[in-house]
């Protein structure tokens, strides 16, 4: 079994920063994929951003230059920096992890961002 820990959710105004964090605990394999999502209220699910075990980093178009994911391996655990948050970033954010042949989400972390 493996459990997806999220923290670092809240509410903050435009041009604040957040920081989120996604802690992995159970059978994890050392190649796997740890990324964020988002869900706004009426929209369906999208990627933020992804991060490789083997280094390699992916971003939404609408996050690039603000957004920064990071990862320790040791901990296997994945953050998630927010700079420059705009309203269009309040949603649910989930933490993914995909290893072969399963992916795991966690529950979800509430971010809300005010004009």
């Known amino acids: 079994q493996v459990q997806l820990v999220e923290s670092g959710g809240g509410l903050v105004q435009a041009g604040g920063s957040l920081r989120l964090s996604c802690a992995a605990s159970?059978?994890?394999?050392?190649?796997?994929?740890m990324g964020w999502y988002r869900q706004a209220p009426g929209k369906r699910r999208e990627l933020v951003a992804v991060?490789?075990?083997?280094?390699?980093?992916k971003y939404a178009d609408s996050v690039k230059g603000r957004f920064t994911i990071s990862r320790d391996n040791a901990k296997n655990t994945v953050y998630l920096q927010m700079n420059s948050l705009k309203p269009e970033d309040t949603a649910v954010y989930y933490c993914?992890?995909?290893?072969?042949?399963?992916?795991?989400w966690g529950r979800g972390t509430q971010v809300t961002v005010s004009s």
């Open positions: 991060s490789s075990s083997g280094g390699s980093t």
């Open positions: 159970g059978s994890i394999f050392s190649i796997n994929d």
């Open positions: 993914n992890l995909r290893m072969v042949l399963t992916t795991f």
